[in-house]
T-cell receptor, first 113, second 117 residues
Framework: DQQVKQNSPSLSVQEGRISILNCDYT??????FLWYKKYPAEGPTFLIS?????DKNEDGRFTVFLNKSAKHLSLHIVPSQPGDSAVYFC????????????FGSGTQLTVLP | GAGVSQSPSNKVTEKGKDVELRCDPI?????LYWYRQRLGQGLEFLIY????????KSGLPSDRFSAERTGESVSTLTIQRTQQEDSAVYLC??????FGAGTGELFFGEGSRLTVL
């Protein structure tokens, strides 16, 4: 049972335009959500997070939106840059021991120059 | 070291052999996590350590998998009698505390790619 789903395996966007990556979750106990970015042959790196008490968090070009009623979150990158090309993983966490993250399967973003 | 270090970076083994994967976390990080990523899939949680203790081993796929941590530092993930379905990238992550010091941020190593023939 996949509790965190990223239904788009890939996304291509023109440089300068907005990239929107989507993520859906099924477990209503999740209360913290994160986005990680992964380049080939490297480990994932933390990008941005949001608590369930908020519906938006912004950090520079990156904004994460959370819609709890729809159990949906999205990552917006504006403007997109070629260096943003990577695999983006959505992850969720719930209260409890360790708060281990449950990851989605990732979306490969390609920003075209 | 400056980051999380994992070894070996690549390991090819024959079915039925045992393998050991090593993780050196960031110095001072008390929490350590093991994940694995099979081809085309997301990261699958395996086990975490708080200090040298692993309170919950239910994420380990089978009893062929075991992990230990010593000196609140290095951790070893051991897979006995490897099977082809064990082929994956095994990722280690560490954080200052169990919840990444408030942001949920885990610092990942580059992973150990295991191929079982």
């Amino acid at each position: 049972d996949q509790q965190v789903k990223q239904n788009s395996p890939s996304l291509s966007v023109q440089e300068g335009r907005i990239s929107i990556l989507n993520c859906d979750y099924t477990n209503s106990m999740f209360d913290y959500f994160l986005w990680y970015k992964k380049y080939p042959a490297e480990g994932p790196t933390f990008l941005i997070s949001i608590s369930s008490i908020k519906d938006k968090n912004e950090d520079g070009r990156f904004t994460v939106f959370l819609n709890k009623s729809a159990k949906h979150l999205s990552l917006h990158i504006v403007p997109s840059q070629p260096g943003d090309s990577a695999v983006y993983f959505c992850a969720a966490s719930r209260p409890g021991s360790a708060r281990q993250l449950t990851f989605g399967s990732g979306t490969q973003l390609t920003v075209l120059p | 070291g400056a980051g999380v270090s994992q070894s070996p970076s690549n390991k090819v083994t024959e079915k039925g052999k045992d393998v050991e994967l090593r993780c050196d976390p960031i110095s001072g990080h008390t929490a350590l996590y093991w994940y694995r990523q099979r081809l085309g899939q997301g990261l699958e949680f395996l086990i975490y350590f708080q200090g040298n203790s692993a309170p919950d081993k239910s994420g380990l796929p089978s009893d062929r998998f075991s992990a230990e941590r010593t000196g609140e530092s290095v951790s070893t993930l051991t897979i006995q009698r490897t099977q082809q379905e064990d082929s994956a990238v095994y990722l280690c992550a560490s954080s200052l505390s169990l919840f990444g010091a408030g942001t949920g941020e885990l610092f990942f190593g580059e992973g150990s790619r295991l191929t079982v023939l």
